[in-house]
């Protein structure tokens, strides 16, 4: 077959219409339409009403970028098309004063990303369509409203103006009158305001404002493109892992409009409560407004349904009272788009003189908590299978489940009370702007993060404090929203809440919080507290139980957990850990009781003096096994013998030297002496690790010893034997693994021998060094199972040091080096491909040779799904992230199958 002459290929489409019985697209296009345009063209194809507009793709995203930020011809000929198509259905010309056509130009990422890109609305609008749609819509004052809501908002997104100047402008215009709402203004207070307004575009600017409406649909278009590498969409991407490749979609639509009076008004919802995850409606609605005002927390808004109404302690009407046919019909629309999508829905709509529009749906952000009961709840009622059910919870999130809330019986000194916008609590000092936030949590302090309201140009402040409290805004608000994604406890809409950012302080009820003041939130009550409040441990039963069940169905990888004291083991097997994954015994050395004792063992001149200290500690590494395999009794431990160099353990300051001395008996001539000797240039790669144990066995040897007696103990007192892995760190060759499983083998007959019972029990090693990873096939020949630590496998594979890559990664991220920080999420390109090769050699010699990984990776998603492709057998993680690696191993295989 002759191939296509290139001359004669059709064009690329990048436009899609939808609305009027018309769908280019639908839900399944969300890479392409991204979330919003896949949605809008969804729901006009069931039938709902969506105003009529047109996609600009994702694909463009990249073209306009590629192209140095300029459209190609071909899109404007799209364009022209969108735009007649909704002139088509509206019967409204662009541009033409009669009757005038206005739009909005909003983003719509694949991913959603709340209030992180721009928006334009009531594009259109000039000196003559004003005019015209003043007569047309026999409203002067909603005209001249969204003529001066246009420029403003035109102004700050698209030319890039102080916005300052117009918020101080419409201030003083409500003064002048004795105003405090914008709705009080007349149609004359805001035509004079609109003439205000374009002095101040023409003074910033140098150019007056711009009158073509095609010039206005190009600007929009390129700014709502441009934002997607604004800082603070760069910022939110970096904390929600979201693909700068993808790109977002812009969706140019017909305005409906939800101020042109009583009968009017524009709201946010949910299908269930997003905080809760009860099956109730929950949002908020403002009449006589339009969709900024809800979400800027520009005006508090009004509860959707009487009964949400009837606990609030101020009543202004709910939406089912104050147009309750159009909220019928909204409820109607709530369980259609839920049982269409299966999931719970955020939902922004207007009402238009008294006509229901729907403006978006998406899959709604929730916390963890009500993420588990929306999941739980939707397999109960069928909608949903509990395989879907567990991989609709995001294990990250559960995070904000597995830490302490306020304790309901500590006193509290409540000095306010706002809106429970995301629940969790926090204690920290007061800090009024993101910059000082994030710096005082760069020194090590806890910030509450105080503002009149948030934007998205606070997004780094936000997700550096522990909490965020707003005196305005409501349940959705950015603020809210963004807190809950984060997981940050929130308080809104403190209405008696007076800031003076200047002076850096508030003022509430008579009392004062100057910065640094201490202050604590409570998310779930809305209070605000001074003083710092005590704390209680969460509960995980209920939802969770249930989820973590189903869970525990479908995964196949087992989890364990990074552990070394028995409380950690305590928490980590009450989170469900299968075992210890890794337990550091250098963690043990350091206790103030034993750490004499080890010193005196690095100072010894020979092995005889050596083993002198050696028997001292022997008894407290017992101890310690002992409380482990107690709390463990019939579950593996993985024990990593000794890994730091020895200069770790001797002191580094001058005054400390007299002290260490005289502990030790010996003088500080001698101390110093050897301090010389132990300094190492590189101690990652010095003497440590296996090469610890290859020049001095007597240590390892009293670890192992310690190991076994404590091992056959807990056997004896409680019939369930602990099953010990002894772990030899930093292998390189399989001869290092062979010399140290001859003194550990030994040192086990030795205790079996004494107590007169042997006990299952493993030699293995990490695998930390590209050598070990390539000669993996040797090594197993000796080893019986292999842990990959992962943290010094990724430093020694990318010759990149953890403590000093906080310097540069962000940059490499950034820059798109490395697609996350691979300290964070597994270098699966490199790092990953050591750890196949590794698991495939080792298995070839050794079949059944129990693989996993216990570096700080084993907590991670991503990190996890690649385990489970690969087929280890199990990943450790620390204890609070036990349950986030079960969800994720659970998640793992059903993508897998």
């Not at 928006?119 to 007569?135: C, F, I, K, M, S």
């Not at 059910?389 to 302490?404: F, G, I, M």
């Not at 002496?673 to 290859?694: I, S, T």
């Not at 090594?779 to 594979?797: C, K, M, R």
Request: hydrophobic residues 40%; glycine residues 10%; negative net charge.
């Amino acid at each position: 077959m002759a191939s296509a002459n290139p001359d004669t290929a059709a064009a690329p489409q990048y436009v899609y219409r939808f609305g009027g019985g018309v769908s280019d697209g639908g839900k399944g296009d969300k890479n392409l339409l991204g979330g919003k345009g896949a949605n809008l063209a969804e729901m006009a194809s069931i039938g709902l009403p969506v105003p009529p507009g047109f996609t600009i793709s994702t694909d463009m995203c990249a073209v306009y970028y590629d192209e140095g930020e300029q459209f190609p011809e071909s899109l404007r000929t799209e364009v022209a098309n969108g735009i007649a198509h909704i002139e088509g259905v509206t019967g409204k010309r662009f541009g033409v004063a009669a009757d005038p056509l206005l739009v909005s130009v909003r983003s719509g990422a694949r991913a959603s990303m709340p209030g992180m890109m721009d928006t334009v609305l009531n594009l259109g609008l000039n000196d003559e369509t004003v005019v015209g749609l003043a007569e047309k819509s026999g409203d002067a004052r909603f005209a001249w409203d969204s003529y001066r809501r246009f420029i403003q908002m035109y102004s700050d997104v698209v030319l890039e103006l102080d916005h300052g100047e117009f918020e101080e402008a419409l201030e003083i215009a409500k003064e002048d009158k004795g105003f405090t709402l914008d709705t009080d203004l007349s149609a004359d207070d805001l035509r004079a305001l609109v003439a205000r307004y374009k002095a101040i575009v023409e003074d910033q600017w140098n150019k007056p404002f711009p009158q073509d409406v095609h010039e206005q649909l190009w600007g929009a278009v390129g700014a709502v493109f441009g934002s997607w590498q604004s800082e603070r969409a760069k910022v939110y991407r970096r904390l929600n892992d979201i693909p700068a490749a993808w790109g977002t979609a812009v969706n140019v639509q017909a305005m409906v409009f939800g101020n042109m009076g009583d009968t009017s008004a524009t709201g946010v919802a949910f299908t269930r409560d997003p905080a809760k995850g009860d099956r109730a409606y929950y949002g908020e609605f403002l009449i006589n407004a339009q969709g900024e005002d809800v979400v800027a927390g520009i005006r508090t808004p009004q509860y959707l349904t009487k009964a949400a109404r009837e606990g609030a302690s101020a009543k202004p009407l709910s939406m089912e009272e104050a147009l309750p046919e159009v909220y019928g019909e909204l409820a109607k629309v709530f369980d259609l788009l839920e049982t269409h999508y299966r999931d719970m829905q955020d939902i922004e709509f207007t009402v238009q003189q008294g006509k229901l529009w729907m403006l978006q749906t998406r899959s709604g952000k929730r916390t963890a908590k009500a993420a588990l009961k929306i999941a739980v709840d939707m397999a109960a009622e069928g909608l949903i299978t509990e395989a879907e059910a567990v991989a609709r919870v995001d294990p990250s999130a559960l995070d904000q489940l597995l830490h302490p809330t306020l304790d309901p019986k500590a006193p509290r000194d409540v000095i306010a009370k706002g809106l429970p916008a995301s629940p969790g609590a926090a204690s920290g000092i007061a800090v009024f702007d993101s910059d000082t936030a994030e710096k005082r949590t760069e020194m090590g302090d806890s910030v509450i993060l105080v503002r009149t309201e948030t934007s998205p140009e606070d997004i780094h402040g936000m997700h550096a404090a522990k909490g965020i409290l707003t005196a305005r805004g409501g349940m959705t608000s950015h603020a809210a929203v963004v807190a809950r994604g984060m997981g940050r406890p929130c308080v809104s809409g403190v209405g008696t809440l007076s800031i003076d950012a200047k002076a850096r302080s508030f003022r509430v009820g008579g009392r004062e919080v100057r910065e640094g003041d201490i202050i604590t939130i409570d998310g779930a009550t809305g209070e605000v507290m001074l003083g710092a409040v005590a704390t209680v441990e969460p509960e995980l039963a209920g939802d969770f139980g249930t989820l973590m069940e189903w869970a525990d169905k479908v995964r196949r990888l087992k989890v364990r957990a990074n552990a070394e004291t028995p409380e950690d083991c305590r928490v980590a097997r009450g989170f469900g850990a299968e075992g210890v994954g890794l337990c550091r015994t250098e963690h043990m050395f350091f206790d103030a009781a034993r750490i004499t004792a080890v010193r005196q063992m690095i100072l010894a001149e020979d092995e005889k003096g050596r083993r002198v200290a050696l028997a001292k500690l022997l008894p407290e590494q017992r101890a310690d096994f002992t409380q482990i395999f107690e709390i463990m009794a019939g579950l593996p431990v993985t024990i990593r013998l000794l890994d730091p160099p020895l200069h770790e353990f001797l002191p580094h300051e001058e005054a400390e030297f007299a002290e260490v001395a005289k502990a030790a008996d010996v003088s500080v001539d001698v101390l110093k002496r050897r301090a010389a000797e132990l300094h190492e240039f590189n101690p990652m790669l010095g003497h440590r690790g296996c090469r610890l144990g290859v020049t001095y066995p007597e240590i390892y040897e009293m670890q192992a010893r310690a190991i076994f007696e404590a091992a056959v103990d807990v056997a004896e007192k409680s019939g369930a034997a602990p099953i010990p892995e002894v772990m030899v760190p930093l292998v390189g060759t399989r001869r290092e693994l062979e010399l140290m499983k001859i003194v550990i083998d030994k040192a086990a007959e030795a205790v079996f021998a004494d107590k007169g019972r042997r006990i299952e029990y493993l030699v293995g090693t990490m695998i930390e060094l590209p050598r070990a990873a390539l000669k993996a096939g040797e090594i197993a020949e000796v080893g019986e199972f292999f842990s990959f630590g992962t943290n010094d496998l990724t430093q020694t594979t990318l010759g990149v040091s953890r403590d000093d890559a906080a310097r540069f990664l962000s940059a490499y991220v950034e820059k798109g080096i490395y697609a996350k920080d691979p300290f964070v999420s597994l270098d699966v390109e490199g790092v990953g491909e050591l750890i196949e090769i590794a698991a495939e050699r080792g298995r070839k010699t050794r079949p059944g040779i129990k693989l996993g990984i216990c570096g700080e990776h084993g907590g991670d998603t991503a990190s996890i799904a690649f385990c489970e492709t690969i087929g280890l057998d199990y990943v450790s993680a620390s204890p609070y992230r036990v349950p986030i690696a079960r969800l994720a191993a659970a998640q793992a295989a059903l993508a897998k199958k």
